[in-house]
């Protein structure tokens, strides 16, 4: 039993496929599938379906993929933990991002983090949260930063800061003039929101449940903040958004942005990683470098 061959079958139960599976690891075809079954051979079992398409495990083949992944996380932290423990901060972080935290935190830290850590290697990939937990799950991120209480228990989620929910509207809006806006009077039917799939989404529909039983009329698949309020300027409508945005709206447009009334929720903004993972200083760091961004920020 060789890495290789863990890492083989790992992509194949990834990718469902063997022919995509041998494109991932640069191989191929046969040469991958050889090693599968040279695997197999040792182990004397049956580790994938080949009949279904996707191709699945077996029944004791989900038993042997879940110990390869335990094992190929062990070999492939193995540098890492030895820079963990001699102190050092380095390696490479995988990190995923939400799209509506994306665009407003990223620029307040990337550049910081890169400045006082250049020996981690950083990626980060916009992506919505469903995917974020899939992609954690198969090992293709280490760490992301979610909305807080949207992953499932087997994530941790360690929380960063809370941000507040703003009304943005425009001033033909019959609302506009308040100073705050109570849940209970925004008009369902002219508020507008992301596509399924942004926990944002939930969130403020979950925030709006109590209000009037109607339909909501509008949504975009577009998964933009930006598209939304756009809309919002040139119409009678309305949509929520995040406080880390504000700053990122045109001064002209300002005045559009109205807080909700006292006891209204916010989000809290987390970083959720495998329960088993082990870079603990890499991603203390980050967690200093985006709290001490936000604070600056917030003092600005």
């Known amino acids: 039993m060789t890495i290789i061959q863990l890492e083989y079958l790992l992509a194949v139960v990834n990718n469902g496929s063997f022919s995509l599976a041998a494109e991932k690891c640069f191989v191929t075809q046969p040469s991958l599938s050889m ?28 038993i042997v993929v879940e110990k390869a992944k335990e094992a190929l996380y ?94 943005y509207l425009s001033p033909n809006n019959p609302l506009y003039e308040r100073t705050n806006i109570r849940i ?18 939930d969130q403020i529909l979950e925030l709006c449940g109590s209000i009037r039983n109607t339909a909501i009329s509008y949504y975009f698949e577009s998964g933009s903040l930006e598209t939304l309020m756009r809309i919002v300027n040139n119409t009678e409508l309305m949509t929520i958004i995040p406080e880390m945005s504000i700053d990122y709206i045109p001064k002209e447009f300002r005045n559009n942005v109205k807080p909700l009334a006292k006891g209204a929720t916010s989000r809290m903004i987390a ?30």
């Open 35 to 62: 090693q599968i079954k040279n695997l197999e051979e040792e182990l004397e079992v049956t580790l994938l379906d080949r009949s279904k398409k996707p191709v699945v495990p077996t029944q004791i083949g989900e």
């Open 74 to 167: 062990a070999y492939n932290n193995i540098k890492e933990s030895v820079l963990e423990l001699k102190g050092n901060i380095a390696g490479k972080l995988r990190l995923g991002v939400i799209p509506t935290i994306a665009p407003y935190l990223l620029p307040r830290f990337i550049h910081e983090f890169s400045e006082r850590y250049p020996k981690v290697e950083l990626e980060v990939k916009e992506m919505v949260t469903p995917e974020i937990i899939k992609a954690i799950d198969k090992d293709e991120l280490d760490a992301a930063i979610v909305a807080g209480g949207t992953c499932p228990e087997r994530i941790t989620e360690v929380e960063l800061f809370s941000d507040k929910f703003y009304v």
């Open 184 to 201: 209970e009077d925004i008009n369902t039917k002219q508020l507008i929101l992301l596509s399924e799939g942004h926990c944002l989404r």
């Open 271 to 300: 970083i959720a990683l495998r329960r088993t993972y082990a870079k603990d200083r890499v991603i203390q760091a980050l967690k200093d470098v985006i709290l001490d961004a936000v604070s600056v920020q917030k003092h600005n």
